[in-house]
């Protein structure tokens, strides 16, 4: 009886590339049950299926806890996509938090800025990494940069917070105000603001 693909990964032990090399060889098959009408759209559609196994698998490792080979498969994701903001920030994430590797998150946070220079998530979550490490200028300078990029209003908050950590008080106000003027129902916003300027 021939093995199905995954007792073949199983035997891979999940390494990145025996994951890469039988979903690609699943997704294939499965793309041969008709002639392509157009070869590059088929080839797409195969690519789109592996890069979806490929972030499902490593949904199932994050929860078993086994973040080292989450983080394998996330990076095959990221190289096959790297328009998948979601994949590239939760691997920034699991490589700075799960795995305290920060150096390698940093960089990974500077590619997604250069490869999605109009997606806020990079910019938010190394100001993030920054700031949990009190380093409050870089923190703000990549909130204040997330903010320029159709940001929530969360990088409003964080703007506002890295300003007052760094004494900017009148800097942290207009963040706050800012953050009214986009979200007027925020109700954070207000009640910061309304703090600060009591402070007067």
Known sequence: MRPSPFACASRCRWTGWGVLAVLLLASARAGLAAPAADPEATATAILDRVVDDLWESSDHFWHRGDYETTSRINRLVVRLD??????????????????????????????????????????FDLGMLYFDGKQYALAAHYFREATQRKAPQTAYHMLAHAYEKLGRTEDAKQSWRTALEKFPNDAAARKNLERLEKTE
């Open 82 to 123: 790297p328009q998948f903001t979601e994949c590239l920030n939760t691997l920034a994430w699991l490589l700075r938090q799960g795995l305290d590797r920060p150096k390698e998150a940093v960089a990974l946070y500077h590619r997604g800025m250069r490869d999605n220079p109009d997606h806020y998530e990079s910019f």
